[in-house]
């Protein structure tokens, strides 16, 4: 087997910390400027990889295609006349943005939307991205498998057959690694669409494959959306990023921006600190819960030397610093060989 990309093998041992691409897409709207303003905030917030988009409008859709987005969000009613938009970028432009992305330390990726795209970009990047509408692109999917790197499918609008037979058509070329983010193909998607559960349902159908999610549901001020995501098993993340969220059309309204991004992190961070095992073999950190707010087992009234201690004279009371409560069978019965007051601890020297 191929060696694999720290996309893909790295997450196989993640516990909370997932794999963040933060995609700019076309949020750039053809400014190199803006483009790397990008990168260098994904950095800043956190993300380990900025994802493009690779396109000529005129290989992507015919020029009647018709809108599947919020056309209150955005207007363009046309398929191709929306990526016309922001097709401008050529193979010198993605390489210098690959560069810059080294210089950054963040990894470089881009979707490829046709087999011409992979001509440049399978020498710039770890790894594929599938987007969701092309899972039942064989021909791309096939010339994808071909170049023998991982390859990360989105699965929005897909049947589970439809995701086998993709994965299936990978594996025809010895290629064994992929992974799948659950995605829902709407923009922006409502937050009772998300179906976050489809993770662990992703996980279930297909074991041996990495699991994530891209989300397209409006960022909320406490990023839960995709902090619920990697608490139901996500290992890659993948959202639209945006230098301004306020910005119409395009993907900047349903994107993160870098300091929902920074507290995404900080909800990684706070989520790995919470979500651990415990020693139930060492609970130091309870020790003073142990010893005063457990119960020991105390006289409920005066009991002389020599009497035999019964139910009806003992009762359990705080602190733990006595007998503890758990030996009550064992106290009931015992004589007492001294004087004992009244609410008063009972310890193992005043016993038989």
């Given amino acids: 087997m191929k060696e694999k990309s720290n996309a893909v093998s790295r997450l196989d041992s993640l516990e909370n910390t997932p794999y963040i691409i933060a995609e700019i897409g076309v949020n750039h709207e053809g400014s190199m400027e803006l ?9 800043i917030g956190g993300a380990d990889a900025v994802k493009f988009q690779t396109y000529k409008a005129a290989d992507l859709a015919i020029k009647n295609s018709p809108s599947y987005w919020d056309l209150k969000k955005e207007k363009t009613r046309s398929q191709f006349e929306l990526f016309k938009k922001y097709d401008s970028f050529n193979e010198s432009n993605y390489i210098d943005l690959k560069n810059f992305c080294d210089k950054e330390g963040i990894e470089f990726l881009s979707t490829p ?3 011409k795209s992979l001509t440049f970009l399978k020498e710039l990047m770890p790894f594929f991205k599938i987007a969701s509408a092309d899972i039942t692109n064989i021909e791309l999917i096939r010339e994808v498998a071909k170049i023998g790197k991982p390859i990360i499918l989105s699965t929005g609008a897909a049947t589970l057959d439809e995701i086998r037979t993709s994965i299936n058509e990978i594996y025809k070329f010895d ?47 406490d990023m839960l959306t995709l902090t619920t995501a990697v608490i139901n098993g996500a290992k890659i993340i993948e ?4 230098f301004d969220k306020s910005l119409p059309g395009n993907d900047h309204y349903h994107a993160m921006d870098v300091n929902d991004l920074k507290v995404f992190r900080m909800q990684l961070s706070k989520l790995n600190m919470i979500n651990k095992n415990i020693d139930f073999g060492n609970r130091e950190n309870e020790s003073e819960a142990i010893k005063n707010a457990r119960r ?9 030397s020599g ?6 004279m003992v009762s359990c009371k705080r602190p733990g610093t006595g007998i503890s409560s758990s030996y009550w ?4 019965g015992k004589r007492v060989i001294k004087k004992i007051k009244a609410d008063q601890q009972i310890s193992w020297s005043d016993l038989n």
């Fill in 296 to 304: 020991s087992i105390v006289s409920t009234k005066e009991i002389n």
């Fill in 239 to 242: 959202k639209h990023f945006t």
């Fill in 113 to 115: 939307f046709d087999v």
């Fill in 307 to 312: 009497e035999f201690i019964t139910e009806d």
């Fill in 175 to 221: 290629n064994s690694e992929v992974g799948l983010l659950h995605c829902v193909l709407n923009y922006p998607t409502k937050y009772e669409d998300a179906g976050l559960k489809a993770i662990q349902t992703l996980k279930r159908e297909f074991p041996n494959n990495v699991i994530g999610y891209s989300d397209h549901t409006i960022p909320e001020s």
């Fill in 35 to 43: 483009a790397r303003r990008m990168i260098s905030e994904a950095k």
């Fill in 329 to 332: 069978d064992k106290v009931i």
